[in-house]
């Protein structure tokens, strides 16, 4: 039996094209979604471009047929807008908030309809939450999710007779049978001895070599960073790969992912000028709002949403302050040096939109933080020579329409696993400090 599903708000400012998501079922859109959405279409934020991108869509549709009466989709599914209705609801439950008028019309559908699925897709929690203890299936809309504990980790363990151990270290080299068939390309592998767990090697698979290969090394670290972990060696490898254009790192605090990002990318840029700039962003939450009303020009508005970028360049820099960090490669010299020869800018992803990248090393932290659809407007944007590093926790989600199994970190890192052309670690240990391990851990 074909199944109706009444679409929230949020779902479409999510996902503009949902309508289409459904298969060969009916859509049908309260008309006060219809009136939410009209107040969002002169929005320049990304909320604003999926509102005028879903009216647009809606209203060519109208020229097949009457919303009212139903408008056949593509996939053979039925889109309808349907008006209000009078349908009463428990006395908590107002009816002057658009949210319980949508919920309403969903149970009237239910109660005309008895025996057909109702289903209610919603990002709103506590508006699922009401709609089962009003008796009416609700659902996140999830077009691709995936719990993080099941995410794809780019690495494995993998035991092996000592020979080829000894046999990779000697030719730098392992053909490994049935290699493409077992591992991801870029996929990182720990060779184990099976008989002496400590005579051990790391390795990456190429896909275009069809064998395990090492993992790139720089004997001078980068800018005085040296890998503590497996996991920091292979990001390293990810990062300075010049064949690798697309790298995820998912990790929690403190495990170094922007750290590490950020200075293989001012090796890149500032040593090496293989790319002309280190473009270095982050969302200023939620993607594509405006900086707001802080006082001061642009620079100062941002400094509170970037800090967390500048700490990480001056400690490479050595700025902040003596012992250690003032030995380091570049002391004295600043982040703003860099910034004013054009060699390093750091900005936050709002304009974004509509720009090409070309030749640049482009890091996006706290990516968790963006919807799929706001990922793929970065990826795209990417011009020749790009190469693009994405960071981020899918614990510590602050968008409120994407968690920990939809955000767009983790639909990236599903749907570029197979491809050649890009590098994944999940980061476990944690190195910034041992309070900071424990607080991960424990709070």
Do not use: C
């Not at 139903?70 to 996939?75: A, T």
């Amino acid at each position: 039996m074909r199944k109706a599903f009444v679409l929230d708000t949020n779902v479409l400012l999510f996902d503009p094209n949902a309508i289409f998501k459904f298969g060969n079922n009916d859509i049908i859109i309260p008309i006060v979604v219809v009136e939410e959405i009209d107040r969002f279409k002169r929005e320049m934020s990304e909320n604003g471009r999926h509102a005028r991108h879903f009216s647009r869509v809606v209203d060519a549709m109208r020229v097949g047929g009457e919303l009212s009466k139903g408008v056949k989709l593509p996939n053979g599914g039925i889109l309808t807008v349907e008006l209000g209705t009078e349908q009463p609801l428990p006395f908590e439950l107002q009816m002057d908030k658009a949210d319980n008028r949508i919920l309403a019309l969903a149970i009237t559908l239910k109660k005309e309809q008895p025996k057909r699925p109702i289903v209610f897709v919603t990002k709103d929690i506590n508006l699922r939450i009401k709609s089962d203890a009003l008796g009416v299936l609700a659902e996140d809309y999830e077009p691709s999710s995936v719990e993080p504990d099941q995410l794809y980790t780019g690495v494995v363990n993998l035991a092996v007779d000592a020979h080829l151990v000894d046999e990779f270290y000697a030719n730098k080299r392992l053909a490994y049978p049935e290699a493409a068939k077992l591992f991801k390309p870029n996929q990182y592998l720990i060779l184990k001895d099976s008989a002496n767990p400590n005579h051990t090697a790391m390795a990456r698979y190429s896909k275009e070599l069809d064998a395990l290969v090492p993992v790139i090394k720089p004997p001078e670290g980068l800018w005085g960073i040296f890998p503590k972990n497996a996991e920091q060696a292979f990001a390293i490898d990810a990062l300075l790969n010049d064949e690798i254009k697309l790298v995820s790192l998912v990790g929690k605090a403190g495990t170094g992912k922007t750290l590490l990002a950020i200075a293989a990318g001012l090796a890149k840029t500032v040593d090496e000028g293989v790319y002309h700039r280190l473009l270095v962003s982050r969302p200023v939450f939620p993607l594509g709002k405006d900086i707001g009303y802080l006082p001061g020009d642009i620079e100062e508005k941002l400094n509170p949403w970037m800090q967390p970028i500048y700490d990480n360049v001056d400690f490479l820099f050595g700025a902040t302050g003596g012992g250690k960090g003032a030995s380091r490669r570049g002391a004295g010299r600043g982040a703003q040096e860099l910034m004013n020869q054009g060699l390093l800018q750091i900005e936050p992803l709002t304009y974004i939109r509509g720009r090409t990248i070309p030749q640049q090393y482009l890091i996006v932290d706290e990516s968790q933080n963006l919807t799929p659809h706001e990922v793929k407007t970065i990826i795209t944007r990417a011009g020749d020579g790009t190469k693009i590093v994405l960071t981020g926790d899918s614990y510590q989600i602050d968008n409120p329409y994407v968690d920990s199994a939809n955000n767009g970190l983790v639909y990236l890192v599903e749907k570029f696993k197979d491809e050649a052309i890009s590098a994944h670690v999940t980061f476990t240990k944690g190195e910034r400090s041992k309070l900071s391990e424990l607080a991960s851990n424990l709070l």
